[in-house]
DNA sequence: CTTGAGATTCCAGTAACTGGAAGCCTTATA
DNA sequence: TATAAGGCTTCCAGTTACTGGAATCTCAAG
């Protein structure tokens, strides 16, 4: 399989995919023209990677949650944990856009959004007191 | 004021604001000894970008802020579309992240995370069925 | 006079791609 | 057979918003 079959299987663009492999993600063979030659297991290891960074793994979990999806010996405690670490960094990230959110759509609730230049939402980023 | 202070008091580590001189979104005069010379306009300006940034909005949406800030003629409406943009950014953003959480919690608590290698986890990202 | 704190500039690295240029390789068509 | 289109290659640069570090300079205190 050349690249642009692989990308449209996988969903991944050509472009990210060659960046896996720069970054040792895959390491698909060349064939005699210098084209990279993709194999089925290839393949399976892009749309693993797609799923993954679609969970909003990093990369470095990925390549974490790849070595231990081809180790046989591996402990699901070890890929929990993984997962775990990275649920509550979503819960954090949640909760900071959360009170982001809160803040701002009071601020924007109380503009009343017209061609006059009074404005609470500048008023409260330039620190004036009530 | 020199940078140490200005950092103090409006909590904008000294790295960030020459960062922010960098790209022009404050431009302290200079004393003699080559040090940054802030009024406090300069300081009121750098807590106003650090309160905005609080809030999530980027360095472009900052320097729009600033600069409807600073203008007396401004329509309110105008600060209330960025800020409106900016919330429905961050609504996106935290409905992707809980969906996110929704399939990955799902994924956690069906893996028991002992010693077996059997998970749940590394099935789904792998693609298999059911 | 020396020492330490705080200031300066400049370079590089972070995360994960993405765009674009220049140039092969392959295939279809005129 | 010439050529044009499309896919592939590599390499360089840009994105966001800083942050760390090195080498050097200035200033105030002892």
Redesign the interface.
């Known amino acids: 399989m050349n690249i642009g079959e692989v990308a449209e299987r996988s969903g991944i663009p050509p472009k990210t995919i060659r960046y896996y492999e720069d970054i040792g993600l895959v390491r698909p063979q060349r064939s005699g023209n210098g084209y990279r030659a993709f194999r089925e297991t290839d393949l ?1 290891k892009l ?2 990677l797609g ?2 960074r ?3 793994f990093s990369i470095d979990d990925c390549r974490n ?1 790849l070595s ?2 081809e ?7 070890q ?3 993984v ?2 670490e ?2 509550s960094a ?2 954090d ?2 909760a900071q ?2 009170s ?2 809160e ?3 009071h ?2 609730r109380s ?9 609470p ?2 008023s ?4 004036d007191k009530s």
């Open positions: 399976h749309a693993f799923r993954a679609a969970l909003g949650l231990l999806y180790d046989e010996n591996r402990e699901s405690a890929v929990k944990a997962a775990q990275h649920l979503i819960d990230k949640i856009l959360q982001m959110r803040t701002l759509s601020l924007v503009c009343h959004g017209d061609d006059r230049p009074d404005c939402i500048l409260d980023l330039a620190g």
